[in-house]
């Protein structure tokens, strides 16, 4: 895997492109040999992309994994709007005992009655409802991991390949 991250902002009109190729890119290799910095773009990029009607949409589709990384992710950006947003989504998850920087913690929330879920719902709807404008219209995922991209250049422009140390 290799890429030309100047190539890849020059190349593309608007973050969700650059974004996209990035992710295109990323996702095709482990995990584990990605710098701290490609692993924050991949979750950040895949927890905005599936974000869908909201937080709910991820715990009705149980997608914990990407709950809980994203979020770690979206902390790393250090945007304020953000940091607001996610802190509201982990002081409700919090009342119910859930970590949400961890994957087996929340699915725990599959243990709770439907009764609890449903208050659980109804919670985090109002929790994310001030926020719903500035990440889906405004898109403040997807500008600030460019943002985070231009500030950790270095970082990407230091990436030239992955050599894979496995054969399929």
């Known amino acids: 895997m290799n890429y030309d991250i100047n190539d890849l902002i020059q190349k593309n009109a608007n973050p969700a492109e650059v974004l996209f190729q990035l992710w295109s890119i990323l996702s095709t290799v482990p995990y584990t040999v990605l710098y701290h910095e490609e692993q924050v773009v991949l ?39 953000l940091n607001l947003w ?21 699915v725990r929330i599959e243990r709770l009655t ?17 926020f719903l404008n500035d990440i889906w219209d405004r898109g403040i995922i997807l500008t600030s991991l460019l943002s985070y991209i231009k500030a ?17």
């Open 86 to 106: 996610k802190h509201s989504i982990e002081a409700v998850l919090g009342r119910y005992g859930l970590d949400c920087n961890s994957e087996e913690d929340l």
């Open 43 to 81: 979750n950040a990029w895949n927890f905005d992309s599936t974000y869908g009607n909201g937080i709910n949409d991820l715990i009705t589709n149980e997608n914990y994994a990407v709950i809980s990384r994203g979020l770690a992710a979206i902390g790393v950006l250090n945007v304020e709007r």
């Open 152 to 168: 950790n250049m270095n970082v990407f422009l230091n990436r030239k390949t992955i050599e894979l140390a496995f054969t399929v």
């Open 114 to 130: 439907i009764d609890r879920r449903k208050t659980l719902a109804a919670e985090l709807d109002d929790a994310e409802s001030d």
